[in-house]
């Protein structure tokens, strides 16, 4: 059955439970947490008042996407808005299965960086609460903090991505890609910085620090390895650095763009996968 136009929608189930009595998934706003049980005909989001999600913002289309579900499966479909529909900071036009957890923008544009609208898909809503409750609990306690604290910047440094190369002939040779590593303590005031990695480096090895972030440039800065520390887990290593060479625009980035939040320490903290608990 296809629906032409939102006159066309039946009306809702009073009842959003399947035949199992499995919750339906929801769509929930980001900024106000409002949720939208996702029905079992075609969800319609748009500026027109008679949307299932209506967002009356003249840069969101009159039938701006649709959420429908097809043999289990839930998708996202743009209906050829103008200013687009995001997952995950994607733009899509075709249809996208969506997983829990995703993050759907509508209408991006310079006046809403962020979409006018976003929201998160949510699915088997108890087994991600109790997962959530798992998450805090770790983050409270396993975290190691950044020695220089901060709250000038406007991105996490745990959000970031960070990837080291070996500064040598012999890698640029061979074109070895980056590595991709977890920064354990950083320190910009007194030059110093420590991660983890499984792949060795010696001491007085010559490396580039590659920073990552959707709202950022990549930043970089060179590092010479001061010391190393094999840790008793899975063959990890910390190494010590001290930063080198670090451009005047990389510094001011650093100190006007990124906040020194908490880390995770990836060592000691456990995760649940596939029903078995391990260490990561």
């Known amino acids: ?24 998934p929801i769509l929930e706003e980001v900024r106000s947490l409002r949720k939208h049980v996702i029905p079992k005909y075609p969800m319609f989001i748009g500026r027109d008042r008679q949307a299932y999600v209506c967002v009356p913002v003249s840069a969101v289309s009159r ?31 075709d249809p996208v299965p ?26 088997n809503l108890a ?11 770790l983050f409270q306690d396993v975290q190691i903090f950044a020695e220089d604290e901060s709250t000038s910047g406007n991105v996490l440094l745990k959000d970031c991505l960070f990837y080291i190369s070996k500064k040598d002939i012999v890698s640029v040779i061979k074109s070895e890609p980056p590595r991709r590593v977890a920064i354990s303590q950083v320190s910009f005031r007194k030059t110093k910085i420590s991660f983890h990695s499984i792949c060795p480096y010696k001491v007085k090895d010559q490396l580039i ?20 520390e094999q840790q008793e887990h899975y063959g990890i290593i910390t190494h010590h650095c001290e930063m080198i060479k670090l451009t005047d625009d990389d510094k001011r980035a650093f100190r006007d763009k990124i906040d020194l939040s908490p880390l995770i320490c990836y060592i000691s903290s456990k995760t649940i996968e596939n029903g078995l608990e391990a260490d990561t």
Do not use: C, W
């Open 209 to 228: 620090l590659s920073v990552e972030h959707p709202q950022l440039k990549t930043m970089k800065a060179q590092l010479r390895v001061l010391d190393t």
């Open 98 to 123: 969506l997983k829990p957890g995703d993050r759907i923008k509508i209408s991006v544009t310079k006046q809403y960086k962020n979409g006018a609208k976003e929201f998160e898909f949510k699915h």
């Open 1 to 24: 059955m296809e629906f032409k136009t939102f006159e066309d929608l039946p009306e809702l189930p009073d009842d959003q439970a399947n035949e199992n009595n499995i919750p339906r």
């Open 127 to 137: 087994e991600q609460e109790n997962l959530k409750k798992d998450r805090d609990m």
């Open 63 to 93: 039938k701006h996407a649709k959420v429908f579900e097809k043999d289990g499966v839930f998708y996202i479909q743009d209906l050829g808005s103008i200013n687009g529909t995001y997952v995950n900071g994607k733009r899509v036009l």
